[in-house]
């Protein structure tokens, strides 16, 4: 079946180059937003922030209410859509000291949708390091036909930090990269910035274009400056009316019994930037930020569909919408994100397939999805096999009007466990239950680190995030020794559908044994399917190996 599929691929990709005959397969706009919770649209029901246009697009397409990422960390949970795998199975983090190696990459969906003949483009932000070198290779770059994107944090003006954007007439992000896909869709002008491998997108060919915010993102959001380029909206919306801050709130000076024990979460060494949290006001002012972001980002959402209609393209290209995790704001006293709550892993999530029937569209639904699926469904739909090493399924059922359950319950991860206080954590939930456990929390605090660091006059930045050889290390013991009998230092169980904001730990409730035996024995099969049986195809990219690799050009040249 694959290599008839595969055959098909071919010939279509060379009926639509060589004699004029359109390529049917439906095209694909990914767009991804960063550190988005479920809530903070008018879709899933906010009643402040203005999203017309994404309330729109879920009114004709499909609303997932059970959507949920794989880990709550940025690189993680990108890997993870890319390759559709879990990280305990692709092996990348800021802490795991590797690269997502080419042969890994070769099966990413835009690997494999350009190799069956999609055209494919990247806007905005890439946070996945792929290749020697990790963003520095190349890789990622050359894998698409039209490529415009940061590495790393791109920041809420991203010509501050990028070559890349340069030329764009914009300051702001969204709007950059909403230059970005208007060029792609119809070459209304040629960004010297971007990289091209053909001067203009083949007509006929069907196309496969991801974009990536870095917004609501703090470290986008925490950069708005309200500069006198910056449109009205990032200047003064939301900042007439009472904005109310969120359920659940509480301010450090307020918190009397953390939400956890200090031995398991020590929020003393959190990162300084999520710090806002802590004062209402501060946590406030955030908050508009990340409202100003998102109508911003609706309102490229709009003009996307505008400019889809414009070029005859609206009637045959799905359309995806969600976030790589959600941000806590000081809910239960938190700050940040990693953790495997509701706040941090419940993301929105919107599929519009403009030829499903009639029917199909305008629908909320209730079955689970997760982050891992959307590269098998857009593969579904071009008619292109998932490569085995997937670990998502494709929910092209549930978005053409079915209600076939795709999973029975939903795993989650941490393992960016460092001296910034998290330790290793894992979740499954079904639709009634929620069990969390975590494990030794041993990392060396983050507070020491930048007390010497100042004394030896060592940058902040080099001692709190270099990665050393050693990390690889640890990092795989985090993967590995739950496997192999490592006991949790706590635990979680949640009635999730009594008690949606988790503040009632039933861990102890003796009435509840046998549900708890239940959740450990699907925590325990679904740990083993994340984990899958292969090692992960990774590199190393440590500070080492970087320093040789760096040195071995030198001498090369």
Known sequence: MRLVRDLTSC???????????????????????????????????????????????????????????????????????LLSQFERKHGVNFNSGTSVAPEAWA??????????????GYVGKNHSPIGHGGYESGLMDQSFDFFYAGHGHIRFYPKDLHEIFQAAKSDTQVEIIQEGVDDFLSNEHRLEGAIRFLESRPQGKPFCLSV??????????????????????????????????????????????????????????R???YDYSDEPDAAIQRIIRRMQAMTGIDRMVGRVREKLKANGLDKNTIIIFTSDHGLFTGEQGLGGKALCYEQTTHVPFIVYNPNASESAGGRRCDEFVQSIDIAPMMLDYAGIDSPEVFQGKSIRGLVDGGNAPVHDAIFTENLWATHFGNPPIEAVQDKEW????????????????????????IPLTKMLYTVADENIAVYRHYVESPLEGEEPIYEELYHVADDPHELRNLIDDPSLKDQLSRMRALWKKKLKMARGTELPKVLRYTETSELERKLKECQTR
């Open 212 to 269: 990536c915010f870095n917004l609501p993102h703090d470290a986008g959001a925490g950069t708005m400056a309200s500069r006198e380029s910056d449109d009205e909206i990032y200047k003064s919306l939301y900042r007439d009316i009472e904005i109310p801050l969120p359920k659940n709130y509480v301010a450090k000076a307020d918190i009397q019994t953390p939400k956890l024990p200090p031995h398991v979460l020590k929020t003393s060494e």
């Open 11 to 81: 010939v279509l990709l060379l009926l639509g180059t060589g004699v004029g005959v359109a390529d049917e397969r439906p095209s694909f706009v990914f767009i991804l937003t960063d550190d988005q919770s479920y809530g903070m649209m008018g879709c899933d029901g906010n009643e402040l922030t203005r999203t017309p246009h994404i309330d729109q697009l879920a009114k004709d397409g499909v609303f997932f209410d059970r959507a949920y990422i794989t880990s709550a960390i940025c690189t993680p949970s990108r890997i993870s859509i």
């Open 434 to 457: 929620k069990y969390i456990r975590y494990y030794a929390n041993n990392s060396f605090p983050a507070s020491i680190k930048i007390r010497f660091a100042k004394d030896m006059g």
């Open 271 to 273: 990162q300084t930037g």
């Open 107 to 120: 099966d990413s969906y835009p690997v494999v949708m350009r190799d069956h003949g999609y055209y494919t």
